[in-house]
């Protein structure tokens, strides 16, 4: 049976990866206080979180909700709703936050039934975003906000510079192919769609979302040693711990392999990509090992907001 999710958030090194870390270091937070004011929150209003995972979206804007307001986090995952109320409770915001299990596409509330609902980094792996996307809109009271911060790929999945390995032209041309058929093998199969922010503009138009507008990620995280700043520090003593925590870069898993196939990577370039990788990982731990490396990257990511007339 084909999985419903590509990614296993069961385990804690994905859990702690990409639910805590990654999404930590997208906002700035003079962006964060900016969107809140774009989103019009205030103190009493109800705010939903659709496909909440840890709660990063309600502990991150629910509080612009208080005091007075009611922050619902919706998730298809148990567990992770479980740690999304320890996350609240020992941010102060227990009291407020409720927990709901279901679908994004297929939500169990009433119509108009929150003044605003946000989506986290949830878009990209649905099958069928357009129908979470109906749904939103359908529990948002007129007026109301609409948000989904999402990816917004237009090519390779990779971006930024790094110090310790230089690619060949060829080797980042190949970089680029293996990340754009690996992201079709995902629409082909149904994993979802990394290019997703691309779309929402136009689809929330479509519905009759009004001043329908687009944000990016203004957060670039850089280390360049001796890494003296707080930030440098922070993000060195992430990039450490990440060490220990991801998969190597040459080894693919069974379900990366089957996008690649899905879309159409050669098996030769599939074996040359992974040599490739292999190099690349060595040399990146040895850099940071040795207190050498430096890099730079800003993801492509979104936020598409639009206002329910």
């Known amino acids: 049976m084909r999985p419903r999710h590509p990614m ?5 090194k994905t859990r702690r990866e990409v639910l805590i870390r990654q999404r930590r270091d997208i906002w700035t937070p003079e962006q964060i206080e900016s ?7 205030k103190p009493g209003m109800e705010l939903l979180d659709a496909g909440c995972g840890f709660g990063y979206a309600m502990r991150t804007w629910g509080r612009f909700c208080l005091p007075g307001g009611k922050l619902t986090g919706l998730d298809r995952d148990k567990k992770l709703l479980s740690q999304a109320a320890r996350f609240c409770t020992k941010e102060g915001l227990g ?46 009271r007129p ?57 929402l ?3 929330m138009e479509a519905r009759g979302l009004r001043n329908v507008g687009v944000r990016t990620n203004e957060r670039v995280v850089w280390v360049a040693p001796p890494s003296r700043s707080p930030e ?19 080894r693919v898993s069974k379900t990366e392999a089957a996008q690649m196939r899905a879309g159409g990577l050669a098996r030769g370039k599939f074996d040359r990509h992974r040599r490739i990788n292999r190099l690349a990982n060595r040399a990146y731990r040895k850099a940071m090992r040795g207190r050498t490396a430096a890099y730079a990257w ?4 979104w936020c598409i907001s639009g206002f329910k007339p």
């Open 201 to 203: 503009p136009s689809w």
């Open 298 to 301: 800003s993801a492509p990511f």
């Open 143 to 199: 007026g109301g906000c609409v948000a989904v911060f999402d990816n917004a790929l237009a090519g390779s999945a990779s971006s930024g510079w790094t110090n310790w390995r230089e690619p060949t032209v060829d080797e980042k041309l190949l970089g680029h192919e293996v990340g754009i058929r690996m992201m079709n093998g995902r629409r082909e199969l149904g994993f979802g769609d990394f290019s997703v922010g691309c779309h």
């Open 232 to 250: 440098q520090g922070t993000a060195y003593r992430n990039t450490v711990e990440r060490m220990g925590e991801l998969v190597r870069w040459d």
């Open 35 to 41: 969107l809140a004011r774009h989103f019009g929150l």
């Open 95 to 140: 009291r407020a936050a409720r927990f709901v299990i279901g679908d994004v596409c297929k939500m169990p509330f009433e119509d108009n039934a929150f003044d605003a609902a946000l989506a986290h980094v949830v878009f990209c792996h649905l099958a069928e975003p357009e129908k979470a996307l109906d749904e939103m809109i359908r529990v948002t």
């Open 8 to 12: 296993d958030y069961s385990r804690a």
